[in-house]
């Protein structure tokens, strides 16, 4: 489906629809509706059962958002978190410079430095988008951050965190504390993260305000221990960056054991590379051949990452691949930095007493947003008669419709099955309104797996068939009787969230105090 | 317990502890850990199911928390957002008035303008905070809203919402068209709402950042049907404004019935107001003598509200009772001035054809994170020895701790069992370091309402009692030899939520088209 397409059905279901839309909608920000909100609930609760659930020493936070100058400007985001921006001497608008520069320049804009983005403008007679104007101003560098006073008069500047990571980092020191004193310690946190970006578009893609989900693991570079005979086997989809770079961008199935034995990948690496990739095809259910594993290249990524792969999905609504997340192997560039800017000491006392080593860091970063997109692009389509949306069924916002067949006749003892169902934890729509048919339509349309129907037989005491429903499943259509404790069985399975097996915690080599 | 003790203890388990901790905090931020966290998610979602869960009309969204300037100046929140401020002529320190002058006028300063705030800081001879000068300017309106700059070069002006309310506000013409087209309809929201305190202080009572709960229902005032009789006979807790602006502050526990036919609240009004009360007592499980419906007067709540009773409990940490959140009917004031501020018509069709109508709204609005230090203030207790917080079972961040008696010999079957419980969705902390005592210690200071233990009878094939493991009662400390089945139900019962019975829906006047 194309964007606006997509856009339309998602919007007329309340499942998103701009902030502020009764003034005409503001850019880069969204609204989730009803459907909409228990999606992103259901995805970040996912994220966090599967990845938290990884090892007994992961844990999840949620810190605030604000966070004080002095924290960008020891992670950099005060200098670097930038994007170059030009100016029209005609119209006086601003764009960011190298968007312009794309629609003169089609075989691409990656890598390039403000200054190279600035000649190209110039020898490509790159012209203003709102004008036509050739008159565009040399590239600046536009901090990409939300600045707030707090307090009154001048104030102290704070910032709007550009990334939840930043709230694990400050929170490492403290956490060391609470937990076991021992890496590797995992600090996960979903919450908000902001962007000023210069052009907000492809709605969930580039927001002004969006959802991050990151886990934070923390740990020695000596001794990082993983179980990676659990995953040795399993084929990755990679496009490894010296191939790529040479003009192959095709993905290679490779071993997680071949990654580490000829691909160069540190074990930790690779272990949490598998999981991650098992995450989107086994919770998100994305099909295999719509995700690869995009490795960037020493020039591509940021200078502290040391490895990192994106995870992308091919999307049709927005033309190809696009990136939902990403592993990154950040080194010790983030408690290195904060522990020069706070001036508190964050390195830790190795086990073996041979020193002191400041915490690594893998970074496993996702975008709840872009997941809620893709898997609307990937699994809701259309075919002029039926839409029908096939999410996971743990993933979608009720596990059932229920429904009484005739209004007057039908609807109480509906309305008390779906207590009972809540009551068992079920996420249940009771929909009464419409023919069958109807009601069918809309809950394919919102991804419901199931649908039960409330008859004559259920509320008649006198049948052998008492008590029991109809009930539907989504994607096959089929139809069965079924008793309450069997639909109880059956529905409690639907909506259970995957994990896997948690990675056995070590007794700490330095126990801790009790 | 004092302010500063019940502080150190949540710092030391890692329930909150102040944003960018680090760099020295920050005022008025804070960051949950991994027991705050998931407690104030607890109580989120049991507020989320208890008041979405009144009706099949109410409905839960999740909107961005920055609005247009447009929004905020229609909401009057540009012009009126203020507190009053004063800036001392010798130290260029700036204060709240209020705040100032209390400390030199001990009977209270609510409800007075900040002109006569300014007159009486002058007879008072009321002093700078900080060097002691007398020489304070007139007070000033200061705004506390957060503004930031979208796009580049000057920007749009936008806001951090100061309430969740405006989002739903902005919601509701397209919540009609996703919805039932019918009133009453209810629209919750959860999430951040951003106050640029002059002055934060009591933790999280006067937070910058902090997280609202609130749901609006819009309806026709000429029909509101509600189910009193269901809790006609409830007798709430009331300090009416009559008798307490004549010096009686004593609550009066009056029938639910008694407050509409003498009390003159509107059955609508009352019967919202003592499922609030409800919520505060059986969910959150705060004693009932700790409780009060706290009315304000015309002079005191703000000129839209109609009426309005705080919810406040009595805190001994913050030396009395405080406002955890209110009952508020606002009318028709705020579809009406965003209809004004959008030019969007958000008056809809009376359903018996007798002309149009902007609906009123009766908004239910609470504070989780100073539910969440209620909890800590009534509900954790140290007698010297023992240090216990009596969180109810559903909030609890962990329904049971699974310790093995002894490490080496029992941690495989205690993890397996952990590993089971977290499949049935319970929420289990595995704690397998130090003594069993020490284990009850650090689970009863978090709240956890079940231990069990894995022993040597667990794990001995032979024993008639295979498999079975002593499950450990937190307040009675009374300890008793289970079956895995027995022990999932105990604790399935023990986490599951409170729900009132949900408000039937009536067919609507006008159908929905289908």
Known sequence: MKIDELYAILRRRGVLWPTAEIYGGTQGLYDYGPLGAELKRRIEEAWRAWFVGLSEDYYWIDPAEIVPEAVVRASGHLENFTDPEVTCAKCQKSFRADTVLEAARPDGVDGLSPAQIGELLVSAHARCPNCGSTELSVPRPFNMMFAVSLGVGDGERAYLRPET??????????????????????????????????????????????TQAELQIFFDPASFPVPLDSVATLDLPV?????????????????????????????????????????????????????????????????????????????????????????????????????AGSGKDLSIAKPDGSGRLVPHVLELTFGPDRALWALADVELATDGERTLWRLPSPLAPFTVGVFPLIRKLHTEFARSLASTLVNEGIRVDLDTAGTIGKRYARADEAGTPYCVTVDGTTVDPASPDHGTVTLRERDSKAQRRVRPEELVAVLRVAQHPLRPPPVERPAPAVPAPE
């Open 165 to 210: 990571a930043q709230s694990s980092y400050l929170a490492f020191a403290r956490m060391w504390e609470v937990g076991r004193k021992a890496l590797p310690l995992g600090i996960a946190v979903i919450g908000r993260a902001y962007r000023n970006e210069i052009a907000p578009r492809q709605l969930l893609f580039r927001m002004r305000a969006f």
């Open 239 to 339: 496009v490894r960056a010296g191939p790529r770079l040479a003009g192959n961008e095709t993905a290679v199935l490779t071993s997680v054991a071949d990654l580490v034995s000829h691909g160069g990948l540190p074990e930790f690496y690779a272990y949490h590379l598998a999981h991650t990739y098992r995450f989107y095809r086994e919770v998100l259910g994305i099909p295999a051949d719509r995700i690869r594993l995009w490795e960037k290249s020493n020039e591509e990524r940021a200078f502290y990452n040391r490895i990192q792969f994106d995870v992308e999905v091919r999307l049709d609504s927005l033309g190809g691949f696009k990136e939902i997340g990403a592993v990154h192997y950040r080194g010790d560039y983030d408690l290195t930095r904060h522990g």
